[in-house]
């Protein structure tokens, strides 16, 4: 098995040989027929999220542990079966739901995995997909994808699930007004796609990369809106007619959390789902007076999943740009999307 793996924090990843593992007890053991490349990967490999003011949370103190094989966004092709693992055969091809937790637990047992405070997500602490295998603990993790090609459905399992819960928190006025969606890189692109698919009234765009806009707008988002100009705020209110009902962040920075609360109409939401990091300080009594809300979301739960590949089935796979490279390149792939060169989501295919 040929895995790259975070060996120390800050370097590039390195590839390991190791023999294939065998599955026991519930275990599947999948061929990587995709494997999606996500910004958190680069946190990942840095070590560290950034919590603004000079202030680190290190992922390797939070359970993290050296070598790990990245790769969260995983298509395979099961290749063996543990003997207790039922559903699920030789041959089929599945989309993993890498946000697993201990399974246990009362927050697991109402089926919040990905909320678990033991958690057991693939790709970070569990081996991920960056590797030509990857084995999964239990076969309610794996999803039917259909006749989805492996690359277009891989980026579901990350990018697809987080914006899909995000925009679940919107509520009611998902269908009536419009959302205002920060960020379009992959993952913005993939939101603005599955607000369509539910049903969203209309969705404007923010991005600071012109590029990054017109990929926006190429990808239905009403307006595009860039959110470096010093009346962004200004602008964002004028095109939602008094303010936002609903801001979600997928950037995650100081400066769009700040822009995100000052686009807010009363009784508005920020929904902050991006891990760019920063901090940010806030005057308290708008939060009653204006009656606002902050709210953070993590991934998705595994009824989320089930949902969202409902709904690609039912309306079709989200059209965000997809370029496929071998499980080699993954160095490189990770230097283009630091970079910001990355336009919707680069795919590694390690089984290709
Ligand atoms: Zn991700
Ligand atoms: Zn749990």
Redesign the pocket.
Known sequence: MRSFQVCTCGQPLQLSTQPTPKPTGTEVLLKVLAA?V????LHLSDGYFDLGGGKRLSIVERGMKLPVTLG??NVGEVVSVGPWAKGVAVGDRRLVHPWMGCGECGVCQRGEEQLCLKPRSLGVFLPGGYSDHVMVPHPRYLFDIGDMPPERAAPLA??GV?TYSALKKVGPTLTTDPVVIIGAGGLGLMCIALHKAMGGHSAIAVDIDPGKRQAALKAGAMMAIDGAATDAAAQIVAATKGGAWAVIDLVGSSATARLGLDSLIKGGKLIVVGLYGGDITVSLPPFPMRAIALQGYY?GSLNDMAELIELVKRTGLPPVPVATRPLDDVNAVLGDLRAGKVIGRVVLTPAG
């Open positions: 999606g996500c910004h958190s990967d969260h966004e990350c990018s987080t991934t």
